[in-house]
């Protein structure tokens, strides 16, 4: 299925915030590790900003995922562990 830039951004969102809560993460402190302003990931986390490959980066690392991870949607997932 193909998906549009706005459903990217709000799978996106869900993921960073997802993992970020499960590793009791404030944005601040996400956003202090990632060298960003928290402003900043708090636009990711609404889908509203647009971030770079690189802070997507640094973001995934924290995060302790990956870049594909975070633009999977949770049907994305279930369809790789029936492969």
């Known amino acids: 299925m193909k998906k549009d830039l706005n459903s990217l951004k709000r ?30 990931i708090s636009q990711i986390e609404r889908a509203v900003g647009n971030p770079s490959l690189l802070v997507l980066h640094k973001v995934a690392t924290i995060l302790e995922t990956d870049v594909i991870a ?8 279930r369809q790789d562990e029936t492969l």
């Open 11 to 40: 799978m996106l969102a869900r993921n960073i915030v997802s993992k970020r809560k499960k590793l009791r993460l404030s944005q601040e402190q996400l956003a202090l590790q990632a060298e960003v302003d928290r402003t900043y």
């Open 70 to 77: 975070l633009l999977k949607s949770d049907e994305d997932e």
